[in-house]
């Protein structure tokens, strides 16, 4: 009989989770719909009741300094014992492994010349064919006298902060 009746209360948690309704597990198992909820509802308690395990709470919680801090000889040889980094690479993120250094002096960087062309012709191909050649060298011209103004700007700027620092 207490067989029977663990059989049906599994039956009906398993029916009930699947989602089917108590009213339609009442009419499957042919119970009341009161007897369903009850036994819905004692599940629930019961796992609520249920304490929950977290390990590392637990482990931690057996510390016998968790409250307090260990003696000071204690504390002296923890803090011996640990090494402290002073590898500092320069960025936000410390990497997982050692990042060879990489030798960039071969790379030329921007090629301005191609791109003055580039813009050159990007604007001769807007005017009018027999101007096309005008435009172009036109547009060359004014693109390398403002390269060569900033430049002279940024070394002038440049020669300013570093007399800045001859005090």
């Known amino acids: 009989m207490e ?18 309704s108590p009213e339609k597990i009442a009419e499957i198992k042919q119970v009341d719909t009161e007897l369903i ?4 509802s004692s599940v629930a308690t019961k796992t ?9 709470q637990e ?24 090494n402290p980094e002073e590898h500092y690479d320069g960025q936000r993120t410390i ?3 050692p990042i060879p250094a990489v030798d960039r002096s071969d790379r030329p960087g ?3 010349q191609m791109s003055d062309r580039i813009e ?32 002279k700007v940024s070394s002038e700027v440049s020669d300013l ?3 800045d620092l001859d005090l």
């Open 3 to 20: 067989d029977n009746l663990v059989d049906l209360g599994n039956d009906i948690i398993f029916l009930y989770q699947s989602g089917i």
């Open 48 to 56: 609520k009741a249920k304490k929950k395990r977290n390990i590392v």
């Open 120 to 151: 050159a012709e990007r604007r001769a191909a807007e005017a009018p064919k027999p101007l096309r050649d005008i435009v172009e060298s036109a547009t060359l011209d004014e693109i390398k006298r403002k390269r060569s103004d900033w430049e």
């Open 37 to 40: 909820r009850k036994i819905l």
């Open 59 to 82: 482990v931690g919680n057996q510390n016998k300094w968790k409250n307090e801090l260990p003696p000071d000889e204690i504390l002296e040889i923890m803090a011996k014992s640990l």
């Open 110 to 112: 921007e090629d301005s």
């Open 161 to 163: 902060i570093d007399s």
């Open 95 to 97: 990497p997982s492994r």
